[in-house]
């Protein structure tokens, strides 16, 4: 052992200094995020955030969440932009669905080795889709653990805490026997179901990230990183005009797995499958993989990110707003008494 | 492609089943960290959390933190109920420095395939320091990534939400010149200095994690298990009475790296390197790895956890109510005008 040359931290894998460097590269996107409730500068030990004033009894709703097996997508393309929108928007969602906006987010970024570029584009993404939400950024932990992760990947995990007037948390007690379901669309799988698309489309169609998806005119790459989107902008305004009664965000485990958890006791509802218009990506997964129609609605969003629980007498009105919004919106069923989702 | 058979979420390496029956064996442990302002049960799609009446002007603080490296000692151990309480001191510290005490936390694990038990273990790990900081479990994301961590193996991340009145915030500005550092003790490396730590032990001494560590009198599982503690209850009365002028939470960067933050600007601090004893672990492992000095303080806590900021009229009376509270602590130095941290 009198051979052994003095260890140090950065011979164990660790570059503190270039750990410092990539944070210093990022204090200028996370600035922009910034609102006057935001009291911490980053680097600080924990952020600070002032609870705004005007919440007449104020209530803090907060979610954690990964990105999943996305993110291997993201790794075969090199593209790093696009997985912190995905993440901070799938919070955004999580929480709206209770009726609360976003006032702040922290992600979590882990990886075996530290590239300062990588980490800047995925700190981008996220820093990005906290301006569209108007959430602050207002910290993160970036971890490097050697022998961790693979040459080239990463882990990335956000929480978000958002704030709502307690007499207006959606928690199923306004959903109504007879309301009608309305379905957003999503722009695709979001971030649920990426193991199994994987399997379809490396494993079994054998195909390449750049390759076009048979019967799409659109590569793998395209499909399969199309941003999970936010339905704050659009659901905000109806939101605040009391005509929604419940939302369901359609993430693991599809209409079937979500939708109950936007309704009441001894309520259940009835979707037809046929109102909306599968997208094509959902189908070439379906048929390439010959999975059956129940797993499919189970494991992915068939189309539908949202769905919002308007009365029948509103719907008129909610999906007038919805338009003016720039959303296609369908009306999908009804909540019935019961329990479960029936797809007829 | 005729005869491949019809592919499910299952086939794919995600079991939705065994992660809902994680879940709700987690729901009774979860229920017991529950207060007063805690309004949602597990299950939702975010966590409900009323903001406390009776703080003048309410702040958030929010940090995010790893466990990072020191899994692998856990992985290796086959030991999980230790690495959810490192996380959730690590974080409660992590605010504590701000002067906030904590109300929520969320946890984000991520395994490649979701084994029940081990899953049970780690947030019994967090649910447990949750219970002994005052602090709600309020939800937490379980993520099955297949193909992404190696068999038996997970990240484990989290993310608190605590509170402090805003003139109450100890943000540096307290903090004069002459005022006095006094130590509180480290349990062992707490969640720092991992990676250096593992390359000592394993490849430099080739040791496993059963084994003794020469010259100490406790094998290595249970040297670098050693939980990461919480500083907020021996702390909790010394800040209620004012006398604490700053926090500094020996994390990663050692004193020199984490001292300089809770300083104002152009302060320093010089630190006697003799005033306290260094653990004997820390010693062996800087023999083993022939380390140079300064980097063992660059990276590891060196048997310090936390450091006080007081006037010195009020040293003693700071250093009366830690013992009081059962905790040792040592005069380490004092701030001083300059900058950076002298150790001399």
Not at 23 to 45: P, Y
Not at 121 to 149: H, I, R, S
Not at 170 to 198: E, F, K, P, Q, W
Request: hydrophobic letters at 45%; charged letters at 20%.
């Amino acid at each position: 052992m009198s051979d052994v040359e003095g260890l140090s931290y950065r011979s164990a894998g660790v570059d503190l200094d270039a750990a410092d460097r990539a944070k210093g590269a990022l204090k200028e996107l996370v600035a922009r995020t910034r609102d006057e409730n935001t009291l911490s500068e980053m680097g600080l030990f924990g952020g600070l955030y002032a609870v705004p004033r005007g919440v007449g009894d104020p209530v803090l709703v907060s979610s954690a969440d990964g990105v999943g097996t996305k993110l291997k997508i993201a790794f075969l393309a090199g593209r790093h932009d696009t997985v912190g929108r995905d993440l901070v928007n799938h919070c955004v969602n999580d929480i709206l669905v209770q009726g609360a906006t976003p006032l702040f987010f922290l992600d979590y970024l882990a990886t075996g080795h530290l590239e300062e570029g990588v980490v800047t584009e995925v700190v981008k993404g996220v820093a990005q889709a906290c301006l569209e939400n108007g959430c602050a950024l207002l910290g993160g932990e970036t971890a490097e653990m050697p022998d961790f992760y693979s040459r080239g990947e990463y882990d990335l995990a956000g929480f978000i805490v958002g704030i709502v007037d307690r007499e207006d948390i959606l928690d199923g007690s306004r959903v109504r026997a007879g309301d009608v379901l309305i379905g957003l669309g999503s722009t695709g799988l979001h971030t649920n179901g990426y193991s199994l698309a994987r399997k379809i489309v490396f494993d079994v169609l054998g195909l390449h990230v750049g390759d076009l998806i048979p019967g799409l005119e659109r590569t793998v790459q395209d499909a399969l990183l199309a941003v999970h989107r936010s339905y704050l902008p659009s659901l905000r305004k109806t939101l605040v005009a009391g005509r929604v009664h419940g939302l369901a965000h359609i993430t693991g485990g599809g209409i079937p797995g979500n939708l109950p958890r936007a309704l009441g006791p001894g309520q259940g509802a009835r979707v037809h499958t046929g109102s909306w218009e599968v997208p094509p990506l959902f189908q070439a997964l379906q048929n390439a993989g010959k999975v059956a129609t129940e797993e499919m609605f189970r494991v992915f969003n068939m189309g539908v990110g949202m769905i919002v629980i308007s009365s029948r007498d509103h719907a008129d009105a909610v999906a007038n707003e919805l338009a003016a919004a720039g959303e296609r919106s369908w009306i999908l069923g009804e909540v019935v008494e019961g329990a479960g989702v029936e797809l007829v």
